[in-house]
Structures are given as C-alpha cells and as structure tokens.
C-alpha cells in the first residue's frame, strides 16, 4: 500500500476583536492557496473544487468502482425499484 503524501488542510483562524473577521481558508502542504472564504461549507466546496481542478485521483487500492458480481446485483436491484 501506497501513502498519500499529498495534504490538503481547511483552516480557521478566529479574532478575539468582534470587529475582525475570521479567516478560514485552505491551505496545501503548508502553502496557503485560498484565504478569507467567510464559512466552513465554502471552505469544502473549494477544496471539492480544488481537487477537482487539479484531476487528483483515488489510490488504486481506495478505487471501489469495480463491485463484486453479488453486489453489483443488489446495487442493481436497488436502483431498479427507485426507477418503478
């Protein structure tokens, strides 16, 4: 198995002034990339974003596309009753 030494990290910085905002941004192998995105839920869609920009792909042992013939039936199944 492989590591992944790639990080990508989602900060928060809050200010103790009530006037200042906090700084919540995202920030790869210890480079800030994206600064003052104003809320959490941005924050992750940027890095959603981010990754996706930047084509990262899964390690090819976390790859689960390739389902077991059993599993691949039931998964089947199922969607075949939410199409009825």
């Known amino acids: 198995m ?3 030494t ?3 990290n989602i900060y928060h910085i809050k200010t103790t002034t009530p006037e200042g905002p906090d700084d919540i941004g995202i920030v ?3 480079v ?3 600064t003052t995105l104003g809320n959490f839920p ?3 869609s940027m890095v959603i974003g981010l990754a996706y920009a930047v084509n990262l792909a ?8 390739k389902l077991s013939p059993k599993v691949n039936g039931l998964k089947n199944k199922l ?3 939410l199409a009825e």
């Open 2 to 4: 492989t590591k992944c």
């Open 6 to 8: 790639d990080k990508i």
């Open 28 to 30: 790869v192998e210890g």
């Open 32 to 34: 800030k990339v994206l």
């Open 42 to 44: 941005r924050a992750c």
């Open 58 to 65: 899964y390690p090819k042992e976390l790859d689960y596309s």
């Open 79 to 81: 969607l075949g009753t």
